[in-house]
């Protein structure tokens, strides 16, 4: 599944593309390869404080708004891990947030686009 990243430098728009390769669910969170820039692994799901992502190239991990308010999880993420890779995993997590109802049917959904997915609810 393909999403778009931008952002503004100066006056000037610049876009990437950015891609979820793989997706695994678990009960309460997801593990998602994106590939954009940079490639990552993130982790995102919910906690009984509130939605959370993991960034373990980064070492990094932070609580997250709602999946589709780009505005607070970019903000949150690009102070932890930098500008142009908070932008692409605020906007893959926007995407699942678009896309995704339950945990249970992003799985399907995948499986729709033909990417690697693998369930595993316990």
């Known amino acids: 599944m393909k999403f778009e990243c931008s952002r503004l430098l100066g006056n000037k728009k610049e876009t990437w593309i950015g891609e979820i ?58 102070n932890l891990i930098g500008e142009v890779d908070g932008i692409t995993v605020a906007k893959a997590i926007k995407h699942i947030g678009d896309n995704l109802t339950l945990a249970p049917f992003f799985c399907l959904l995948m499986c729709i686009f033909n990417i690697k997915v693998k369930s595993q609810i316990n």
């Open 21 to 78: 390769t793989s997706c695994t669910t678990y009960k309460n969170s997801m593990d998602i390869y994106v590939q954009s820039r940079s490639s990552f692994h993130i982790i995102i799901g919910k906690s009984k404080y509130g939605n959370y992502v993991c960034v373990p190239n980064f070492n990094s991990g932070c609580y997250l708004s709602t999946l589709d308010d780009i505005f607070w999880n970019t903000e949150k993420l690009v």
